[in-house]
């Protein structure tokens, strides 16, 4: 069968049989979607040969490019031996080599280290979820049983299970959702470029932290946990949190008695341009919940650390029924567990984090260029983690509304020119894996400057 052939039979097994995730299916059925057959690097590949840059890491998950031979060895190696054996009653190596190197890079100098358990799902909403469930328990079987509920942001996301879109706060994704959820204290987004509290940064000398803490101080005997987006808020629309704001929850979280949920699912390994996006601020959480990257960008695992304090609140005689009673099918999956191992060890080998930092200058600068352009509102960046909000107009921050799909149309212009990017809402996410070169970066910042020109001189 010809390529063209083929192409239009899978393209209509799609349309027929598939449901994608957040996508409007009715659009969806209009389009043309990229089929995508191989990846090598930086790089995808459609099923007619067509080469396009990954501009979102394969929506974020990607570190060290496609097709990294150590990554490839370690799975095809880990396959000989075992795809999969269960961590309820058995256990294996791959599971516990990963959780002594994990121990290992979270507990970052100069803090004394804290975090000191592992404990394994297969994705970032799980684990959340977990880490909501452990804070929820532990304060259960330490005596606060009035401590039942969490404090967390608006515009934060969390993930897409019951428990965690509860605490999460992008409201055209949970709202139709609500009579379902559990209520949590929301505190106002560390959102510079759109304060809720009107003031500006530096001058409101964060006074958003107050509004933190007044709910805390009214609140602490029920709140069991904060959980938060350290440094950035990804799907909300990479909203990078003003420098001290995540030392100062951390502050309140200790003063207020309250667990600090780090969800690092987005900002793990690597993406900000450190290991982990606390270390920024020197900050430990109690919980700290990881997904995307910890396979390199290979297959589902997710883990949620934490401290020997909250571990041992849940050790008793088998009557007591301390036991935390959670636990996901293929938690810890062999292939998953030596994807991640060999994804680590390349951050030293690699010298990954090292070679970013100049990679990260020449985004900014890049990105400055952009900032330039009319119906650029805002850019956010932290490492290799940017968004781009597009505004109708600069002056009032004026927002497109929906309809006119203007993030949708940047990306499918990006698309024509060999980018693939995907937008939220009206911002423009640019998300490369850590391992690209500095002539790529160079490529995506230029095929993004040349499509927001383009789309823009239309409206
Ligand atoms: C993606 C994401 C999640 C959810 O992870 P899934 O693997 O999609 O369930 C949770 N928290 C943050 C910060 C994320 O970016």
Not at 303 to 326: M, P, Q, R, S
Not at 375 to 386: A, L, P, S, W
Not at 418 to 442: A, F, Q
Request: one cysteine or more; charged letters at 25%; glycine letters at 8%.
């Amino acid at each position: 069968m010809d390529i063209m052939t083929l192409k239009r039979r899978l393209e209509k097994s799609d349309k027929k049989y598939l449901w994608h995730p957040f996508t409007q299916m009715k659009d969806w059925q209009k389009e043309t979607p990229v089929i995508v057959s191989e990846g090598r690097g930086s790089f995808l590949k459609d099923i007619t040969g067509r080469w396009y840059l990954d501009g979102v890491s394969s929506l974020w998950v990607t570190v060290h490019g496609h097709r990294k031979k150590e990554i490839d060895d370690a799975i095809k190696g880990q396959i000989d031996k075992i795809s999969h054996c269960t961590l309820l009653g058995l256990t294996h190596s791959p599971a516990i080599e990963l959780a002594e190197k994990l121990i290992k890079i979270v507990n970052s100098e100069p803090q004394p280290p804290k975090l000191s358990r592992v404990f394994y799902s297969d994705n970032g909403s799980t684990a959340t979820e977990i880490g909501l469930k452990m804070a929820f328990q532990y304060w259960q079987l330490t005596g606060a049983k009035s401590k039942k509920k969490f404090l967390s942001l608006n515009n934060a996301y969390h993930g897409d299970t019951i428990g965690a879109v509860s605490a999460g706060g992008i409201d055209i994704f949970h709202e139709i959702f609500s009579p379902l959820l559990f209520k949590t204290y929301k505190a106002p987004s560390p959102y510079c470029y759109r304060c809720e509290l009107g003031k500006k940064y530096p001058s409101c000398k964060l006074s958003c932290l107050n509004t933190v803490e007044n709910i805390m101080k009214k609140h602490h005997k029920e709140i069991a946990a904060l959980i938060i987006e350290p440094l950035v808020q990804g799907a909300g629309g990479m909203i990078v949190s003003p420098h001290g704001y995540l030392k100062g929850v951390r502050r309140l979280c200790n003063k207020y008695n309250i667990l600090m949920i780090a969800d690092e699912v987005a900002t793990g390994f690597g993406r900000t341009g450190r290991m982990f996006a606390c270390e920024h601020e020197d900050v430990v959480p109690d919980i700290l919940c990881v997904a995307k990257g910890i396979t390199g960008g290979y297959l589902p695992l997710a883990a949620t650390i934490t401290t020997e304090e909250i571990y041992k609140a849940f050790l008793g005689e088998y009557k007591d029924l301390k036991t935390f009673f959670h636990g996901h099918t293929y938690t810890g999956n062999p292939l998953a567990c030596a994807a991640a191992i060999a994804n680590l060890e390349l951050f030293k080998k690699d010298k990954t984090l090292r070679k970013m930092q100049k990679k990260i200058e020449i985004l900014k600068k890049g990105l400055s260029r952009i900032a330039e352009l009319p119906n650029v509102g805002d850019i956010r960046q932290k490492g290799f983690m940017v968004g781009i909000e597009l505004v109708k107009d600069r002056k009032t921050k004026a927002q497109y509304p929906l309809e006119e799909k203007i993030g949708w149309r940047v990306c499918c212009k990006a698309r024509e020119k060999g980018l693939l990017i995907r937008p939220l809402g009206n911002v423009i996410v640019l998300m490369p894996p850590l391992s690209i070169s500095v002539s790529e970066l160079k490529m995506l910042i230029q095929i993004t400057e040349w499509t927001i020109k383009e789309v823009m001189g239309k409206f």
